[in-house]
């Protein structure tokens, strides 16, 4: 994989074929109303293939054949240990085509080969492999009920799920809801972004070829505004996962309410705090404060956007960021030696603009970049950037950015740290880097987020539950406790005469 190079990656992108078309019961089709939209290869704008744009009808047909996949029992009823041997045969035919999926991910996307190569795909290999053979090893309970009864507590899938999921990392986050869901059962309906819908669509073929039962996973590609509302209103589907914006996930659990109570699990945006005392490991601390924001362009839930640094060492520290994000100005995603790609589109981009001109107005003083970059290549790339001077009512500090803009804001005091970071209406993820593991823990106890490092950012995998607090979300992906978003509990009481 990493023994090519950009030359080599262009040939393949030259013969690699594109499936735009939708995934239902078992076999690629085209919408219904035969409407089409174009995917757009964020890195040079050019268009890859007409995607299908599926409506409420293709939805009834997928809903449809979902529910009667659920209802056959064909999966829902299929032993464990055989759902563990599809998922596994899954993992290894998507693992058999991971430089194709790779450079469907980077086309389509626009994240750097070198990412999609060693983290998204072999991520998605990895949550499928563990989920299914995972599936086996779940006991129920029997509770310690009186004598002369007996209590079965059972887990039990909720049907049929919908799934829907953006635009940043649309091959993992796929994998995070499409993997649990299927362990335990489900038949599940994946409505990917609408501008990233290539890999989920390529990997539902394998689904099929691995031998999961023909309407047990289809994937619609639609407009979120029509088709996804459908979905998640409609009152014949028992679960929404969902992962994106905090807007769109507080209209979710609206549109559970106003149908029927669909269980419904968020994954949304963050505004994370990245803290660093002056008794840190300061080297790594600054490498890895600009890896935690410009690592995928900032398009990053989890992105460190906070840089919260003590007071006394601001300065020289700030050199020392300033010195790391020079690695990583973006360039060409098909290049292995490129670290950052581009924005996923012109809108976006437009947007990470605006905000730099918001933290210029707010007096914030930009530190490092700050400019549309490679105009010529037909991409949107932006430079990565920093904001010193920031206090952390300002709406660079407050409001999810989406893009590579850091906001450095200082503390004197270890309870100010703290308040700084909680000082948030998103709970997602956070660090703190200290030598003091008196100080290190007490941070981490106290800072309000799903997962928090302590010397390290973007640290965990698979076997650790991944979700927010506060208006980050509700529910985990990941590990055994991501079964438990996909699953009722049942009681049967039983007793003996
Ligand atoms: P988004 O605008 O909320 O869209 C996410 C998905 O929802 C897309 O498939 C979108 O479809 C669909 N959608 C939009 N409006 C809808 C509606 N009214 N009803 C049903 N579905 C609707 O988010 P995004 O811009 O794609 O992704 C970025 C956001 O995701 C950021 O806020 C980021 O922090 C968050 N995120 C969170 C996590 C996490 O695990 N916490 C991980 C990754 C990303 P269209 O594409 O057609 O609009």
Known sequence: MLDKTATDWQALAGQLKFEGRAFINGRYADALSGRTRPSINPGNGDELVEVSVCSNEDAETAINGA??????????KMAPVDRKMVLVRWAELI?????????????????????????????????????GEAIDKVYDEIPPTPADT????QRLPLGVVAAIVPWNFPLSTTAWKLAPSLATGNSVILKPASSTPLSALFIAGLASEAGLPDGVLQVLPGPGGSLGKYLATHMDIDGLTFTGSTPVGKMLME???????????????????NIVFA?????????????????NGGQTCTAGTRLIVEEKIQDRFLEMVTENAKGWMPGDPLDPST?????????QCKTVAEYVDIGHREGAELLFGGKQTLEESGGYYYEPSIFGGVSNDMRI??????????????????????????????????????????????????VRVGTMGINNYFGGDITVPFGGFKQSGNGRDKSIHAFHDYTELKTTWIEFS
Do not use: C
């Open 397 to 446: 500090a407050q409001e999810e950015i989406f893009g590579p803009v850091m906001s450095v804001i200082p503390f004197k005091t270890t309870e100010e740290a703290v308040q700084i970071a909680n000082d948030s209406i998103y709970g997602l993820a956070g660090a703190v880097w200290s030598n003091n593991i008196n100080t290190a823990h007490k941070v981490a106890e106290s």
């Open 150 to 153: 007996l209590a079965l507590v």
């Open 339 to 347: 670290a950052m790609g581009p924005m996923i589109d012109a809108a």
């Open 95 to 131: 693992e058999k085509h991971a430089d194709q999926l790779a450079l469907l991910e980077t086309l389509d996307v626009g994240k750097p080969i070198s990412d999609t190569t060693n983290v998204d795909v072999p991520a998605t290999v990895r949550t499928i492999r563990w989920s």
């Open 67 to 76: 529910r009667s996949a659920f209802e056959s029992g064909a999966w829902s």
């Open 279 to 295: 008794d840190a490991n300061l080297e790594k601390a600054a490498a890895m404060a600009a890896a935690a924001v410009f690592y």
């Open 255 to 273: 549109y559970s309410g106003q149908s029927n109570l669909k269980r419904t699990f968020l994954e949304l945006g963050g505004k994370s705090p």
